[in-house]
């Protein structure tokens, strides 16, 4: 065979592997979906129109590709339990999301890997050509954790800055004569529009407190699912007001007090170190224009001395 043809043949290989599993999902996928949709049927919880066979997407096609591998056992428990713990802390609770975020990395290591390997000249040697190979696998593999921990630091970030006016609104609703659960779920309408991440996270833990025996593990739930300290002070807080039957609106103010102090430090600190990291800029575009006014003149007065 002619070694040109080499790439080709890889690729064509590739594409038929994909799509072969490609297909096999999809079979998997419309089985498995149609069942569920005669179960809710079954138990009466839709129309006819549950019973249709959704269409499949290819995120839904994405996301049966990274199941596969979760039920395959090629992950161990600690991966997949640390892997949920972060797409919880970033905001994504649908069934499908580690699924799609497995099948997101497994499908970017094959197509940027593809496609390394199709756009290196074929003339290049061997260990430089799996090199880069290699560097594309590693890209296309850390890409799907590197976006996770942006959008995790995100969502964190406006989950610490709505929480101040959600306890404002707490000690409103408190004061007011709601229990705990009605507060923390009245509170989660209203501030839906201004906070919409702290809206979702009181919705869920107004709902498990619902369902649960104990409300202080699911206010407990709402520290360890979102990962953010000033949240689990605040489930800490009302733990306890719940277990000795302090009032919760006495602390509601004072924990809002603080957080709000908190802020304040924060931008205080954020502020204080803006000198510094003017001082970079002030020198590379500052320094050199002053030293061109100041110095300019002086400069020509003597070239003109000397070519004299």
Sequence with gaps: MNPAAYPLVGSAMCAVGICGVAFVLLREIRR??????????????????AARRPGVTPLR???????????????????????????LTSGFRAESAL?????GKI???????????LALPGDMAPMMRNTFIGIAALVGLLTPDKIIQRIRTTYRRKLARGLADALD?????????????????RVAVEIRYAHPEISQEFAITA???QVMADSRVALQRLGDRTGLESLRRLAATLAQS??????????????????????????????????VFLTIPMILFILPCVMIVVGGPAIIQLFKALSH
């Design 61 to 87: 096609l994405v996301a049966g590709l990274g199941l596969a591998i979760v039920r395959s056992g090629l992950l161990s428990g600690r991966t997949l339990t640390e892997l949920e713990q972060a797409l």
């Design 99 to 103: 699924g799609l975020f497995v099948g």
């Design 242 to 275: 719940v277990q000795y039957g302090t009032p919760l609106s006495d602390a509601m103010r004072s924990l809002a007090a603080e957080m709000r102090q908190e802020i304040l430090i924060a931008y205080e600190e954020r502020a204080a170190r803006l000198s």
């Design 32 to 49: 498995n979906e149609a069942i569920a949709a005669r179960v809710v049927v079954a138990r009466g919880l839709g129309g006819a129109s």
């Design 169 to 185: 609104m707490l000690v409103i609703c408190t004061q007011a004569g709601l229990g705990l659960e009605p507060a923390i779920a």
């Design 107 to 117: 499908l970017l290591l094959v197509v940027l890997s593809s496609l390394a390997y």
């Design 207 to 209: 709902s498990e407190i």
